[in-house]
């Protein structure tokens, strides 16, 4: 009996000890102090996962820091905290202190604004879809804003892709590289950000190789990115090229303790790209300074050796040259190969803002010689592709390029704000001769029809005058892919548009006499937020008797890749609903559409 009595009083008190234990163990909570010249410090006790800042997405930006121990964590991170509404929200991170009591230091913004009532603690964040804009089969950031490609490698199976991003906003800032993956080029993963800013600066635009050789050191296989660290200072902005490298396929990365490893007195000194050259067995890297595209070699990855440099009156010049890229390609029809320099440049491109142009020619491993330097070539014709470059390692031997969907004279005001930017479906690229000259071919990659769900086909039929095809697809959420055929019987222009119920219509026509394809997107929707939006874009076409097209709309944007990709076109359009009509129209003559097949994709 006694012993039963002591067994119970142990078992009281463990239950009260446990009780007491629960109850000793505080909610987290969240306290704010203002201080002088627009200082305020957030006392956090027991912090969660995450603590959610409310953005205004034109306020001005404040800095924040976090504090622990009394001690400064990391570089900090400029945020447009709400002042008098609510956007949306951004999670910062306070996973490494869980359950510890931490610190945010916020300067910059009055005790006035409206987000001290609206900051909060979470352990959670939610991601979903709040953008009727949003693609369906291109890749965006899951929130935030999003720039150029970066790093992207192919290894076991999986593409990589890493991008310019802000985590704290979706207007530019707190530059790091997101990183997502996929196994099908149309659905993509997103995995967090893999390289964040340090005392060297924001973390700008590079690229990866998978070092099987282990030349550096690093081990057989490693994924090795370069990158540009872009550091602020009051006596001007400094860019010096940095290096990092992983062990788990990319994952997570450590940061080379010798950064950076290449440093320049040029002001504009970018944008590394890096690739092996087996003739020479060394590395090599091309780099944008300014008006130039340096050359640099290695053995090693961490030591280079300056070997040229390439621009001097070549090829458009009406801004700064940046993210270069360097590919060999094989001409079609023979057993011959040619080096292709990718060049974007911005402003200066054909029709206002950035764009892509590129030279042919030959590369011994040291220097680049264009073989057409009086002629400018490029890549695609629309107002929004830059920043073109291609994957790393990418199997079969292909060329795999993507580029960033947007145009920098307004990005910053596109109408959506969970994330801001995208990419283009991902292309393959060659080189075809014609009348004596070298082109870019950029094709569609096939991944792309692998994602088709639905086919319609339309009978041919011929446009004499006018007609429209109602309904282009029984569920139209905006994402599909139109392939045509159309012979001409005489038309001056062969036109055909694409419509909604709202009356907002995206215009495309052949010019026959001036041997163009145009496209005319000042009624296509929502273009009054730029002056810059409402353009008409044009591309050279060389047959206007017989032409194959392949469009491929995706809510906010359209891609025109014609006559098996020997131009293409990229701009965005923000229709208030998805196009759901086609209309043909024939100016002098008539044409015939041949075939035409309508692909919903998923």
Same mark, same amino acid.
């Given at each position: 009996?006694?012993?039963?009595?002591?067994?119970?009083?142990?078992?009281?008190?463990?239950?009260?000890?446990?009780?007491?234990?629960?109850?000793?163990?505080?909610?987290?909570?969240?306290?704010?102090?203002?201080?002088?010249?627009?200082?305020?410090?957030?006392?956090?006790?027991?912090?969660?996962?995450?603590?959610?800042?409310?953005?205004?997405?034109?306020?001005?930006?404040?800095?924040?820091?976090?504090?622990?121990?009394?001690?400064?964590?990391?570089?900090?991170?400029?945020?447009?905290?709400?002042?008098?509404?609510?956007?949306?929200?951004?999670?910062?991170?306070?996973?490494?202190?869980?359950?510890?009591?931490?610190?945010?230091?916020?300067?910059?913004?009055?005790?006035?604004?409206?987000?001290?009532?609206?900051?909060?603690?979470?352990?959670?964040?939610?991601?979903?879809?709040?953008?009727?804009?949003?693609?369906?089969?291109?890749?965006?950031?899951?929130?935030?804003?999003?720039?150029?490609?970066?790093?992207?490698?192919? &290894?076991?199976? !999986?593409?990589? +892709?890493?991008?310019?991003?802000?985590?704290?906003?979706?207007?530019? %800032? #707190? /530059?790091?590289?997101?990183?997502?993956?996929?196994?099908?080029?149309?659905?993509?993963?997103?995995?967090?950000?893999?390289?964040?800013?340090?005392?060297?600066?924001?973390?700008?635009?590079?690229?990866?190789?998978?070092?099987?050789?282990?030349?550096?050191?690093?081990?057989?296989?490693?994924?090795?990115?370069?990158?540009?660290?872009?550091?602020?200072?009051?006596?001007?902005?400094?860019?010096?090229?940095?290096?990092?490298?992983?062990?788990?396929?990319?994952?997570?990365?450590?940061?080379?303790?010798?950064?950076?490893?290449?440093?320049?007195?040029?002001?504009?000194?970018?944008?590394?790209?890096?690739?092996?050259?087996?003739?020479? &067995?060394?590395? !090599?890297?091309? +780099?944008?300074?300014?008006?130039?595209?340096?050359?640099?070699?290695? %053995? #090693? /990855?961490?030591?280079?050796?300056?070997?040229?440099?390439?621009?001097?009156?070549?090829?458009?010049?009406?801004?700064?040259?940046?993210?270069?890229?360097?590919?060999?390609?094989?001409?079609?029809?023979?057993?011959?190969?040619?080096?292709?320099?990718?060049?974007?440049?911005?402003?200066?491109?054909?029709?206002?803002?950035?764009?892509?142009?590129?030279?042919?020619?030959?590369?011994?491993?040291?220097?680049?010689?264009?073989?057409?330097?009086?002629?400018?070539?490029?890549?695609?014709?629309?107002?929004?592709?830059?920043?073109?470059?291609?994957?790393?390692?990418?199997?079969?031997?292909?060329?795999?390029?993507?580029?960033?969907?947007?145009?920098?004279?307004?990005?910053?005001?596109?109408?959506?704000?969970?994330?801001?930017?995208?990419?283009?479906?991902?292309?393959?690229?060659?080189?075809?001769?014609?009348?004596?000259?070298?082109?870019?071919?950029?094709?569609?990659?096939?991944?792309?029809?692998?994602?088709?769900?639905?086919?319609?086909?339309?009978?041919?039929?011929?446009?004499?005058?006018?007609?429209?095809?109602?309904?282009?697809?029984?569920?139209?959420?905006?994402?599909?892919?139109?392939?045509?055929?159309?012979?001409?019987?005489?038309?001056?222009?062969?036109?055909?548009?694409?419509?909604?119920?709202?009356?907002?219509?995206?215009?495309?026509?052949?010019?026959?006499?001036?041997?163009?394809?145009?496209?005319?997107?000042?009624?296509?929707?929502?273009?009054?937020?730029?002056?810059?939006?409402?353009?008409?874009?044009?591309?050279?076409?060389?047959?206007?008797?017989?032409?194959?097209?392949?469009?491929?709309?995706?809510?906010?944007?359209?891609?025109?890749?014609?006559?098996?990709?020997?131009?293409?076109?990229?701009?965005?359009?923000?229709?208030?609903?998805?196009?759901?009509?086609?209309?043909?129209?024939?100016?002098?003559?008539?044409?015939?559409?041949?075939?035409?097949?309508?692909?919903?994709?998923?």
């Amino acid at each position: 009996m006694k012993n039963n009595l002591i067994l119970l009083l142990r078992t009281a008190c463990a239950g009260l000890f446990i009780s007491l234990a629960s109850a000793m163990q505080a909610e987290p909570s969240l306290s704010v102090r203002h201080l002088v010249n627009e200082q305020s410090i957030i006392r956090i006790e027991n912090a969660r996962k995450y603590l959610l800042l409310p953005i205004q997405d034109n306020a001005p930006e404040v800095k924040i820091y976090l504090i622990a121990g009394n001690r400064r964590m990391g570089e900090g991170i400029n945020a447009r905290l709400s002042r008098e509404r609510v956007d949306y929200y951004v999670p910062f991170s306070l996973s490494a202190y869980e359950g510890k009591d931490v610190a945010i230091d916020i300067q910059g913004i009055p005790s006035s604004a409206a987000c001290w009532k609206k900051i909060k603690l979470a352990d959670t964040f939610d991601t979903a879809n709040r953008e009727a804009f949003r693609p369906v089969y291109h890749h965006t950031p899951v929130y935030g804003w999003m720039n150029d490609p970066n790093g992207m490698f192919y &290894k076991d199976g !999986v593409y990589h +892709l890493y991008f310019q991003h802000n985590p704290y906003g979706s207007t530019w %800032g #707190n /530059l790091s590289w997101g990183h997502s993956t996929s196994t099908d080029l149309v659905n993509w993963t997103f995995e967090g950000d893999a390289i964040t800013p340090d005392a060297w600066g924001m973390i700008f635009s590079g690229s990866s190789v998978v070092d099987y050789g282990n030349t550096a050191g690093f081990g057989e296989g490693a994924v090795v990115a370069f990158y540009t660290s872009a550091k602020p200072s009051p006596w001007g902005d400094v860019q010096t090229q940095s290096m990092a490298y992983s062990l788990d396929n990319g994952r997570t990365f450590i940061k080379y303790e010798g950064n950076p490893i290449l440093t320049s007195d040029k002001r504009d000194f970018r944008d590394p790209k890096v690739f092996w050259y087996e003739p020479g &067995k060394h590395w !090599v890297m091309i +780099l944008a300074g300014g008006q130039e595209m340096d050359i640099y070699s290695s %053995g #090693n /990855l961490k030591e280079w050796k300056y070997e040229s440099s390439f621009g001097a009156k070549q090829g458009a010049h009406g801004g700064v040259w940046e993210c270069p890229d360097l590919i060999e390609l094989p001409v079609e029809g023979t057993d011959e190969k040619k080096w292709v320099l990718i060049c974007n440049i911005n402003p200066g491109g054909p029709f206002g803002g950035n764009a892509a142009q590129y030279f042919v020619g030959t590369f011994n491993g040291k220097k680049f010689v264009n073989e057409s330097p009086t002629q400018t070539k490029w890549m695609d014709w629309g107002k929004d592709h830059y920043a073109t470059v291609t994957w790393n390692n990418a199997p079969d031997g292909r060329c795999m390029a993507i580029g960033w969907m947007s145009n920098w004279q307004y990005q910053a005001v596109l109408p959506i704000m969970q994330y801001r930017g995208s990419n283009t479906i991902v292309r393959d690229l060659g080189l075809y001769r014609k009348d004596g000259d070298l082109f870019l071919r950029c094709v569609p990659s096939p991944e792309i029809e692998a994602a088709r769900t639905a086919e319609i086909t339309i009978p041919s039929f011929k446009v004499s005058d006018a007609c429209t095809i109602e309904k282009l697809l029984d569920e139209n959420d905006g994402a599909y892919e139109i392939e045509m055929e159309i012979k001409n019987a005489g038309a001056s222009k062969m036109v055909f548009s694409l419509l909604n119920e709202k009356g907002e219509k995206l215009y495309m026509y052949y010019d026959a006499m001036q041997e163009q394809f145009v496209m005319d997107r000042s009624e296509s929707g929502n273009a009054d937020f730029s002056a810059s939006f409402p353009a008409v874009t044009v591309a050279p076409v060389s047959d206007v008797g017989y032409v194959k097209l392949r469009l491929f709309v995706d809510r906010s944007s359209i891609e025109v890749f014609g006559d098996d990709g020997e131009f293409v076109m990229t701009n965005q359009v923000f229709p208030s609903v998805p196009y759901n009509s086609m209309s043909f129209e024939s100016i002098r003559g008539h044409y015939t559409v041949k075939s035409m097949k309508i692909y919903k994709i998923k």
